[in-house]
């Protein structure tokens, strides 16, 4: 089982729209392991660009 | 046996709800009202929920999601579900369930915790969770794109027309209620203004120094924004600076759609991201520590359950229960937005079907919650103090003297002492005639927590923690609304000129933000300068449209269910969905041709011209210029409702046309991806 901490800063993570970038390095050394990974930083903009620049912006009322 | 503390749930919110139904004369406990909730959403989640996820939907745990089947590492990630609860939650939750509810306690507080509870039930949660399972259905495709798959492109057009008008009326009702809450109130303005070069240095902070260190800048930003909060009062104070931040509503108007079409194309992470990291936690946090202060407090309702102004005759808004308050609570009970948020980044991110119940129902429980938090809130003021600061100025006069005697007039006694002094508590000049909802629930929230932390002395700071924290999170939905206006607008009119489809080139994004930017700067400017107060006339025609868009999704949700031959379940989302037309259809038509002025926008503007043909001035227009505007407006919102109804009915024409097509069908015909589809790579 994972750490109730490591769950609650997952979570406050992904409220703001930036998935796990472990589960990101797992996903690409799985499946695409020819192919080198963003770093941290190259993931971070892309996600932060993903959630506000695109057509994702729609924010509730 | 595993029924029994269901079973205890349920005796225990029956008895609940008996007492805030029965009770007459006593003040009763805001505990009664927390305990009905609680126990009812519970009971409802374990019956209802599950009822609809076994039978209607028949969720199979096996069946890959649009996450596995798709898996990328960045759109489409198997997430766990509390996680994702949280971040559902805080996708759906924003200001819409704090301001419905403290509008509508001016009819007590028992038809809307009525409404609330049923409404979410039967219908809000219901929206939200079918639409989530449609769209994990077809790989968490939007809710624009699901229309047009299931019920043709004619339908899939309409809808996304309807939902952009909707955003428009939106962000201008949000832009209202930021611009009555900062209104001639320099603590207030310099916090919110502080936030910009903040979020700024955070922006900066988090590009460059330690980049995508969400945890340790928020962090920053929010030692930052306290640090505003206790400066803002020497600021106000000054008689330098006081003056500085002190803007009357017209200006404050001209800044916010100023500001507005300037954030909207500043880069994402310079403004907007920082400033969102702020707005949603601050956001969580304050609802949890809300939640814990009234348990903590348990302080008795002192507004009555049912106040005269059932029939209609109410300051805060026009118009008889039924159908008005059920528009009023839009968010909270039902909200039409939250089909586009359901059908947004939720479905890409759940692992399994079977968490679908918990994060689709689960999270609008908790939304419902939260509009309960926010009556209460409304409903523990002294009455005379939630109709002075919510009726508007030209009911209340001046000062006051003649606020506090309108007031108690209405059958609320309250003396003009107690309105200063209130005033004075939290550190304003005036309390009177502050409309929105905002600064009404701020009083209350100041009231709750300085109970349990700080004591009277802190009550100012809490005040005004509480307009930052709503201005905050509206600001961000304006910028981040500006930005989806501008995409759907492209798309719209990318329909008849494709090249502006291209959301790359400069000249088409900045024409569609500026046309989303001034179609909001309209309404909002409308608002600002209607001498009812704007939150009377622009309110209602929000709650109509996000209604409207809710009876949409839930007449899709319908067509699907008929797709899939599951007709006999289609009651489901049938009853809500007719529950809603009822509701919205016949509020729109009195919107448009009640025969009541204070209702009605052709009798209103009707009776404007009528008075400007024979050269009158009525009030509360001072010069002709302001007859004609009003007349102006008056059509401008006429038309509005119009639109509204018109696409609302042609969207219920294609449902049932969808729908007998269906029934002839001898084999289903949603077009879901087989559960034996293989992943794509």
Known sequence: ?61 | MRHLPWIVFAVVGAFALSVIATERGEPINALWIVTAAVCIFLVAYRYYALYIAKHVMRLDPSRPTPALRRADGLDYVATEKTVLFGHHFAAIAGAGPLVGPVLAAQMGYLPGTLWILAGVVLAGAVQDFMVLFISMRRDGRSLGELVRMEMGAAAGTIALFGTLMIMIILLAVLALIVVKALAESPWGMFTVAATVPLAMAMGAYARWIRPGKVGEVSLIGFVGLILAIIYGQQIAASPVWGPIFTFTPVQLCWLLIGYGAVASVLPVWLLLAPRDYLSTFLKIGAIAALALCIVIMAPPLRMPALTQFVDGSGPVWAGTLFPFLFITIACGAVSGFHSLIASGTTPKLIASEAHAPFIGYGAMLMEAFVAVMALVGASILDPGIYFAMNSPAAVLGPDAASAAAAVTNMGFPITADALTQAAKDVGEATIISRTGGAPTLAVAMAEIFSHVIGGPGMKAFWYHFAILFEALFILTAVDAGTRAGRFMLQDLIGLVAPRFRDTNALAPGLVATGLCVAGWGFFLYQGVTDPLGGVNTLWPVFGISNQMLAAMALMFCTAVLFRMKRERYAWVTAIPTAWLLICTVSAGWLKLFSPDPKIGFLSHAAKFSEAAARGEVLAPAKSMAEMDRIIFNDRIDAALCALFLAVVLSLLFFAVKTCIAARRSSEPTAREIPASAVPAE
């Open chain 1, 1 to 61: 089982m994972r750490g109730f901490l490591a769950r609650l800063r997952e979570t406050a993570h992904l409220m703001v729209g930036l998935p796990s970038y472990a589960a990101y390095l797992r996903h690409m050394a799985e499946r695409h392991p020819e192919r080198t990974p963003m770093s941290e930083p190259e993931f971070f903009r892309d996600r932060q660009e993903a959630r506000y620049g695109g057509k994702n912006g729609g924010r509730c009322c």
